[in-house]
């Protein structure tokens, strides 16, 4: 049936209004209309389209195609795709630099592209008068595979470009990735159903990429961003990258929005920098930076290696999942008899640093990762976080002699292992587990809890081993020459740890209150304690209800609480170090608690020169709030380096914003 115009102009608005929909729900992720709005244009197309004949293969109904390939074809590229070359370290962008000016014969300061190194599989888009005609793999860089029928089912990559009137050929370079939460969501699904899990986002990609059904790679949530353009035939283009980026954005295409110009390769290393910081915020696999002259007439002028161009080179990060094998399990006594299966791997260097064990927190975990001794396993370590084994790649061949159980009696004091609740096991020898009174005296000397300097962790399962003490108590009585006799300890550190240990009993109320180790009593806890009791009497005193009443505590860590000051070993144990001289005070020297009453805070990014505990704990103690999230109920957020979403959030909401510097005199002005 042939359609009148009426049909024809709707059907033309149908599609401009669902490519606009799809534009702000794929690249930009920020939706005008609800789901069941858009699915109603949608329906709607389908239905004109049937009814009056009007598919076209750039229509946004015709992402996924119905029929499975028989086989790739193989497409030539016109124009080589090439490789980048790496460098691990400053100098070597330096270097870097230098020949480029030393081809260049002039010593001006240059400008780049700065952009992140994605990680996920080249392609390359070809536009023939502003439709997507097709996409190829890189392959060797000369000859790669046509992928059309997938990369179509990419929603953010447009079939036809925002161009109007474009005529000529338009090659568009760039990386097809898979994101961490679409990643996170497909393997959730995976675990779920019982389905094989994928290895990492970069392999899943891969794998969607290279499927014969487009079916199939419509199911993995692939995106793109473009980085550059190959071949340019009939159309006007600018003469700088950073220009040609915005002209492809306002065409439609997805182009990284953390990229950056710079002036000189010191700028370059700035940005790398604060890539390096937010690399975990972002919501996409990087490992590393590009770093790209900006100027395509000087790109031309440089020209390229065999395989790599001279006007480009890649700064690698360290990566941050690696594979590794498990070697063996241990089982390790906490503070309060907690038994925690802990990893020991085969070593290996991930995230800037050497791991050779991790903690698997607890047997549920054990089973949910169906990990057994000699497994392959990836391990993953982000930022400062520990690391952690993320999944099993490949299970031991001969599994019999790797299942990891439970000890039944602890391996410090061969007490019966209990099961408590629903995942914890726990030795029952109490203060007779040596483990147990090494790690409460190692606790009670941390730095957040007394801070005794030069009472290591070594040090501590020392002088349990040699009975010289068995609770904290015992701290305050030990002698120079008891400590000198110990190995590699000298008479001056000796003294050095007396006048320590000595100098610790003049301590904060909340500090002290931490330093016992009550259970799921963390340092805000035992600062919220303080400023409500203002006395360690009255903190002993109370009941469980009463704790409840203090914001923040609930009915488990109020009972926790209660019980620990109704067992007479406690108080027997407070009373010896009371005796022993102990001065507590309510508040550190000078603050005043009420300063920042009524305010909210919240910590973004990373803080460089006090741990991020101790900034919350410093702003209750000045009456603050410390909340985990942006709202309009903050009052300032506090924004390291690598800041990401509740810095943006805090700027749209027209939050004040400080960093760190600013934090920490405002911090001090309020001490005095
Ligand atoms: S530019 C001639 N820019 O890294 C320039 N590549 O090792 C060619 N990659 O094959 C690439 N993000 O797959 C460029 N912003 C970016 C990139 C990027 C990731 C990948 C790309 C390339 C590989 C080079």
């Not at 949608?42 to 946004?60: A, G, I, M």
């Not at 891969?206 to 340019?232: E, T």
């Not at 962790?457 to 002088?463: A, K, N, S, T, Y």
Request: hydrophobic share 40%.
């Amino acid at each position: 049936m042939t359609a009148p115009d009426k049909i024809l102009q709707e059907v033309a608005a149908l599609r401009r209004e669902i490519n606009y929909h799809n534009r702000l729900y794929y690249t930009l992720d920020s939706p005008e209309i609800p789901d069941a709005d858009y699915d109603a244009l949608f329906d709607r197309l389908t239905e004109l389209e049937q009814e009056y004949d009007l598919v076209t293969p750039e229509s946004p109904t015709r992402r996924v195609g119905s029929e499975p390939l028989a086989q790739f074809t193989q497409i030539t590229h016109e124009q080589p795709m090439l490789s980048l070359d790496k460098v691990f370290n400053e100098q070597d962008l330096q270097d870097f630099e230098s020949r480029i000016k030393k081809r260049l014969d002039s010593e001006a300061d240059l400008e780049y592209s700065c952009e992140p190194k994605v990680d996920g599989i080249a392609v390359s888009l070809l536009y023939v008068d502003g439709v997507l005609t097709r996409a190829a793999t890189r392959g060797d860089g000369l000859t790669g595979e046509d992928i059309t029928h997938n990369v179509r089912t990419i929603h953010s990559i447009p079939l036809r470009l925002d161009a109007q009137g474009m005529t000529g050929r338009l090659e568009v370079r760039g990386e097809i990735y898979l994101g961490k939460a679409g990643f996170e969501k497909l393997n959730n699904r995976a675990e779920r159903e019982g389905g094989k899990v994928f290895v990492n986002p970069r392999n899943t990609a891969a794998g969607a990429v290279r499927q014969l059904d487009p079916r199939k790679a419509a199911r993995i949530p692939l995106q793109m961003f473009c980085y550059s353009i190959g071949l340019v035939d009939g159309v006007e283009m600018p003469g700088r990258l950073g220009d040609v980026f915005e002209l492809l954005e306002a065409w439609g295409l997805p182009v990284n929005p953390d990229r950056s110009a710079r002036t000189g390769i010191d700028g370059c290393l700035d940005y790398c920098l604060d890539l390096l910081n937010k690399r975990n915020a972002l919501n996409y696999e990087i490992d590393g930076a590009v770093i790209k002259v900006n100027d395509l007439s000087i790109q031309r002028e440089l020209g390229q290696n065999a395989r790599t161009p001279r006007w480009a080179m890649a700064y690698k990060f360290p990566a941050e999942e690696k594979s590794t094998q498990v070697l063996g399990v241990e089982f390790q006594v906490g503070r309060t008899g907690t038994i925690t299966p802990v990893a020991r791997l085969k070593p290996v260097f991930v995230g800037g640093v050497t791991v050779s064990n991790t903690t698997l927190h607890n047997m549920d975990e054990v089973e949910r990762l169906g990990l057994r001794v000699g497994d392959s396993v990836i391990v993953r370590r982000a930022g400062d976080v520990i690391p952690k084994i993320i999944r099993v790649i490949a299970p031991e061949k001969n599994p019999a002699p790797g299942a990891i159980v439970m000890p039944s009696r602890c391996p410090a004091c061969h007490s019966p292992v209990l099961k408590e609740g629903e995942v914890l096991y726990k030795c029952s020898g109490g203060l007779i587990c040596p483990a147990q009174r090494k790690e409460a005296v190692k606790h009670f000397a941390s730095r957040s809890a007394l801070d005794i300097e030069g009472l290591g962790d070594r040090l501590v399962e020392i002088l349990v081993d040699q009975d010289l003490i068995s609770t904290v108590a015992d701290l305050y009585r030990l002698e120079v020459s008891q400590i000198s006799a110990l190995e590699r300890m000298g008479p001056k550190s000796a003294q050095n740890l007396v006048a320590a240990i000595e100098k610790s009993k003049q301590v904060t109320l909340a500090r002290f209150l931490y330093a016992l180790g009550i259970r799921e009593v963390g340092e805000a806890t035992a600062q919220a304690l303080a400023n409500h009791h203002q006395a360690l009497q009255s903190v002993i005193d109370a009941s469980a209800a009463d704790h409840e009443q203090i914001p923040d505590i609930g009915p488990i860590v109020a009972s926790h609480i209660e019980t620990f000051f109704r067992q007479e070993h406690n108080l027997s144990l407070i009373d010896q170090l009371l005796q022993c001289g102990f001065v507590l005070e309510q508040r550190t020297s000078g603050e005043n608690s009420n300063a920042l009453a009524g305010q909210t805070f919240v910590l973004t990014g990373s803080l460089e020169q006090m741990p991020r505990n101790e900034a919350k704990v410093r702003l209750q103690a000045l009456g603050a709030k410390v909340a985990g999230s942006v709202s309009k109920n903050t009052s300032v957020v506090v924004a390291g380096p690598g800041a990401g979403s509740k810095r943006a959030k805090a700027e749209a909401l027209g939050i004040k914003i400080i960093d760190e510097g600013e934090f920490l005199a405002l911090i001090q002005s309020l001490n005095h």
